[in-house]
């Protein structure tokens, strides 16, 4: 009868899960925001890559608008219209020039195959065919868009279907944060940004910061309550609340002009602590429920992991033929929801 009862009886949010639940909400709604507001700003219409020339914060990789430049595929920026952009990319605001508005042109010094150059560049608005091509341009990138969506879909229903469990909790803010990174990266950043202090800064977070700040502090508490909370938090609740906690001094450490590396470095120390969190769980719990949960968990942690080494291979330079090279891409972009859904299922 106890088991019937808990199968008829609804599982209800109380008032910490309506909080979670808020500040899902509240953290996509910012990122479409933020998104949003920068389809709206001046663009010299490229796809860029974050340079590896010193000197250079971009390196102009594919024109998405389609509007007549003198710029090159890797184009390295220097300064427009003598206003340097050579600063780091991912912790500079830079002014814009006078002539940075829709329907001008301004003058951009780049770096061409060692050599150092002046071209004018018409400077454009955003499109949704520019968006799109930016999008579709490969089977991985497709298959990207496609795992972030279905990751999000995944912790957002495990969240509905069990708002009661702590770790359900933590999931939802995990896929959630994922999602948000998604929604940032559907328009490139690139001058367009780093001439906008409103969109430097917002992107600088919802593209950079929210993986050490948010989404990695998710998936470390959840490690921590799942399938069990371990024994030190449900004799101290609050523990579990310290990955976020040293997400939100991590993010004002780089606010204020810290290193990135410092970020990055934190983001692989809390995944591990999460791997080694799940180990210690696959040892110390014991109960039939648990060790069926924990199966699922480490099997889904174990598959996406092997898909995400796919990348490897593509990145060396291994995967020579086009029909292997896009089918290993859309592999490796699944192996975020395959653990998603092992630890939904879970």
């Not at 359900?168 to 906008?196: E, H, K, N, Y």
């Not at 609340?241 to 692989?268: A, D, H, K, N, Q």
Request: include cysteine; hydrophobic fraction near 55%; charge should be negative.
């Amino acid at each position: 009868s106890d088991l019937m009862t808990k199968r008829i009886v609804p599982h209800r949010l109380d008032g910490s899960g309506w909080l979670v639940l808020l500040a899902a909400v509240l953290v996509l709604l910012l990122s479409v925001a933020q998104v949003v507001y920068r389809l709206t700003l001046p663009t010299d219409g490229w796809d860029v890559l974050t340079g590896e020339i010193e000197g250079s914060n971009w390196i102009f990789y594919e024109n998405l608008v389609g509007a007549d430049s003198d710029l090159q595929r890797w184009d390295a920026v220097l300064a427009v219209d003598g206003r340097s952009v050579s600063g780091s990319a991912a912790n500079e605001y830079v002014p814009a020039p006078d002539n940075w508005q829709i329907g001008q042109t301004v003058t951009m010094l780049i770096l061409r195959e060692g050599a150092e150059m002046e071209v004018v560049v018409p400077v454009v608005a955003w499109t949704g065919t520019a968006v799109w091509r930016y999008h579709t341009a490969t089977p991985g990138q497709v298959g990207n868009q496609l795992g972030a969506i279905l990751l999000l879909i995944i912790c957002w229903f495990t969240f509905l279907r069990r708002p009661d469990i702590p770790s359900a909790r933590a999931l939802l803010m995990f896929g959630t944060a994922s999602g948000a990174v998604t929604i940032s990266s559907i328009v490139p950043d690139g001058l367009s940004v780093q001439f906008d202090q409103p969109a430097f800064y917002l992107t600088m977070f919802f593209s950079y910061f929210i993986f050490g700040v948010l989404l990695a502090p998710s998936l470390l508490t959840f490690a921590l309550l799942f399938p069990r909370p371990k024994q030190v938090i449900q004799r101290h609740p609050w523990l579990a609340f310290l990955p976020f906690v040293y997400g939100l001094l991590l993010f004002i450490f780089l606010l204020s002009g810290g290193r990135g590396e410092v970020g990055w470095v934190s983001t692989l120390g809390m995944f591990i602590l999460a791997i080694a969190s799940l180990a210690h769980a696959g040892v110390t719990q014991r109960d039939a429920v648990s060790r069926v949960q924990l199966r699922w968990a480490i099997t889904g942690f174990v598959a996406g992991l092997l898909l995400f080494g796919l990348n490897f291979p593509l990145g060396f330079g291994w995967v020579t033929d086009l029909f292997w090279n896009n089918i290993f891409a859309i592999l490796s972009s699944l192996s975020s929801v395959v653990i998603g859904a092992g630890l939904a299922v879970a």
